[in-house]
Nanobody, 122 residues
Framework: VQLQASGGGLVQAGGSLRLSCSAS????????MEWFRQAPGKEREFVAA????????YYADSVKGRFTISRDNAKNTVYLQMNSLEPEDTAVYYC????????????????WGKGTQVTVSS
């Protein structure tokens, strides 16, 4: 099972980035795909999640209205569109997969991908 995140980079405050997470190695239709982030010296925190099947999604309060999670089932890829970025969004972003809908803790994830760095300058 592999999850591969990409799309990070350096952007000015107010700008946008789109992260991608490609999944391979098994069928993820029964999983919930999630994004987490970890800033230096901080715990890894939940950002957003989406079900492969049905598309139900939920977000951390800190990103509601600015970030949008979506999926392309044909490409086995999940996206995180990040708009109105703030310096506080600077972190390494990780994609993960969980079997439990509603799970928002790192410990509940079954699979992890390597992270991609997002840096927002002020």
């Amino acid at each position: 099972v592999q999850l591969q995140a990409s799309g990070g980079g350096l952007v000015q405050a107010g700008g946008s980035l789109r992260l991608s997470c490609s999944a391979s190695g098994r069928t993820f239709s029964s999983y919930v795909m999630e994004w987490f982030r970890q800033a230096p010296g901080k715990e890894r925190e939940f950002v957003a999640a989406i079900r492969w099947s049905g598309g139900s999604r939920y977000y951390a309060d800190s990103v509601k209205g600015r970030f949008t999670i979506s999926r392309d089932n044909a490409k086995n890829t999940v996206y995180l569109q990040m708009n109105s970025l703030e310096p506080e969004d600077t972190a390494v972003y990780y994609c993960a997969a969980a079997t439990s809908y509603g799970a928002t803790t790192a410990e509940a994830m079954d699979y992890w991908g390597k992270g991609t760095q997002v840096t927002v300058s002020s």
